[in-house]
């Protein structure tokens, strides 16, 4: 689970969770994963800690577009970030997200590929 709890959620960012409604906050970081730069950022995490610039050159994205996909992570408690000198340095905030987004991917590769083989090839069309 994110920083351990659903507790204090709202404090990063997200609604926090209600009896009535459970799956409102699992929605809204679903909505946060579902940007591929946001998915890429963590899947770089998960190997290690980074500054904007590092990430920004992997992503091929400009830092700006980078900090701002680091804030909305930040706030959700899915990243960390600390100072160190003048560079702050971002990292995941637990190593349970890092084995998720690792899995996600793997599956969903898996499935691509699966969906990939299992289409008949095109039909010559008879005109």
Known sequence: ???????????????????????????????????????????????GDADVSELAGAVGRAMPTISQHLTQLKRAGV???????????????NEEIAAAVAE??????????EVTHARPPDAHVAR
């Open 1 to 47: 689970m994110l920083r351990g709890s659903l507790d204090g959620a709202a404090d990063r960012g997200l609604p926090a969770p209600t009896p009535e409604e459970p799956f409102e906050w699992v929605a809204g970081l679903f909505g946060l994963l579902g940007s591929p730069v946001r998915l890429h950022l963590l899947r770089i995490l998960g190997e």
């Open 79 to 93: 990243v960390a970030s600390r100072h160190e000198k003048r560079r702050q340095i971002y990292s995941l905030a």
């Open 104 to 113: 996600i991917i793997r599956r969903a590769q898996q499935v691509q590929r």
